[in-house]
């Protein structure tokens, strides 16, 4: 099995200098970025839109991995896929129509996912996975950095993975929230290949150390 990707989640990063963060974390060797939406309403938080997304594009040319946790969400599906993003994931309860939103982000030529929180059950993906490239499950309640990862979601990435794998269809399982050295190990058993960090990465002074500890053991052992 390889390595699982690594996703910095850019809330943690030095908001003052954000352009040189976005640019050492792929010169660290990041997999992909992890971008933060938040509206102060969907989560009891407010980060940034597309306009900072955009500006940071020309930074690194890693994947934009953009994480909406906003509601509603389609009215703002065009603005993130033209000001960079790869990779557009919703909360299902952003909206009436999952299965819509999923068809849009798709048809803007964009990968397309789905988040759960930690409440919502695996069941909610299950017929629209022909409409999914990425499947995130959230190991903490979406809206701020640094809580605590909620072991809770082990069995549900478990599930996730049977999931995917009996559907024999191309599509990530990213887990988000607390995940650090200790917790990493515990997701990728689960069957998780993708792991956003905030603190674990831009909360440390070696980015490119710190998510080789994230990959264990396989890496840091290489
Ligand atoms: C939380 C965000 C996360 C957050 C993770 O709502 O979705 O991406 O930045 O932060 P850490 O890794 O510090 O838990
Ligand atoms: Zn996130």
New binding site residues.
Partial sequence: MPPPLIAP?L??ADFARLGEEVAAVAAAGADWL?L?IMDGHF?PNISFGPVVVKALRRHAAIPFDV?L?IAPADPYLAAFAEAGADWISLHPEAGPHLHRSLQTIRALGKKAGVVLNPATPVETVAHVLDLTDLILVMS?N??????SFLDSQLPKIATLRRMIDASGRDIRLQV????TAATAPRCIKAGADVL?????VFGQADYSAAMAALRQPRKQAA
Wanted: charged residues 10%; hydrophobic residues 40%; aromatic residues 4%.
């Fill in positions: 989640s809330l943690a992890h933060d989560v994480h946790m903490v979406p809206g701020f950095g640094g809580q988000d929230g607390g995940v956003v960090a905030g603190t674990a």
